[in-house]
């Protein structure tokens, strides 16, 4: 199989997981995913990620008692052996004065793939990650001792799945790609 093939057959099996086993994640698997995200690519090479791995079961707890926002159960995150926060560092130039000229802001971006690293890489090891994007960043900057310049901007929960992840439905590639113009499918 070619590497293009393997990577598809990756990015095809990575979906949202929740339900976990409760046996702890080895400190090397994480370590790999951390290695993953550390390697993206950042506008100016700024790199401003930060992950905190919460494995404490007191703090996941806390986390999810008082992190989440109301209304959106998430009974999974509770099983989840691992927390992972996302954050970055805010550059003066690259993430406060480039997106006021060109209305991007470039911490998504780079948190976006940086995350998106991590997960490919959670999920060829064999376990399962969920971005969570529901949650209060104060409570969770105090819990997590976050100094002021750091934001939050996502949680992971990260662990070995409870149950093969179903298929999600995905659009069809003529649907969201184009070429040259709207109108025109590729």
Not at 36 to 55: E, G, H, M
Not at 110 to 119: M, R, S, T
Request: aromatic fraction near 8%; include cysteine; charge should be neutral.
């Amino acid at each position: 199989m070619s590497n293009i093939e393997q990577f598809i057959k990756l990015a095809e099996h990575r979906t949202s997981c929740r339900a976990y086993r409760q046996d702890p994640v080895p400190d090397e698997m994480t370590r790999q995913c951390l290695e993953a995200a550390r390697l993206a690519p950042s506008a100016c090479n700024k790199q401003p990620w930060r992950f905190i791995v919460v494995t404490d079961p007191v703090l996941r707890k806390e986390i999810c008692d008082h992190g989440l926002l109301p209304g959106l159960p998430m009974p999974w995150l509770r099983q989840a052996p691992v927390i992972v926060a996302i954050c970055a560092e805010t550059s003066l130039v690259t993430h406060k004065i480039a997106p006021v000229l060109s209305k991007v802001d470039y911490r998504l971006v780079d948190l976006g793939i940086a995350g998106e690293h991590f997960v490919l890489a959670a999920d060829a090891l064999g376990l399962g990650t969920c971005w969570i994007g529901w949650f209060r960043e104060k409570p969770v900057k105090k819990l997590l001792d976050i100094p002021r310049n750091i934001r939050v901007f996502s949680l992971l929960s990260m662990g070995f799945p409870d149950k093969e992840p179903e298929n999600s439905s995905r659009f069809a590639l003529e649907d969201i790609a184009f070429s040259n113009k709207w109108e025109n499918p590729l």
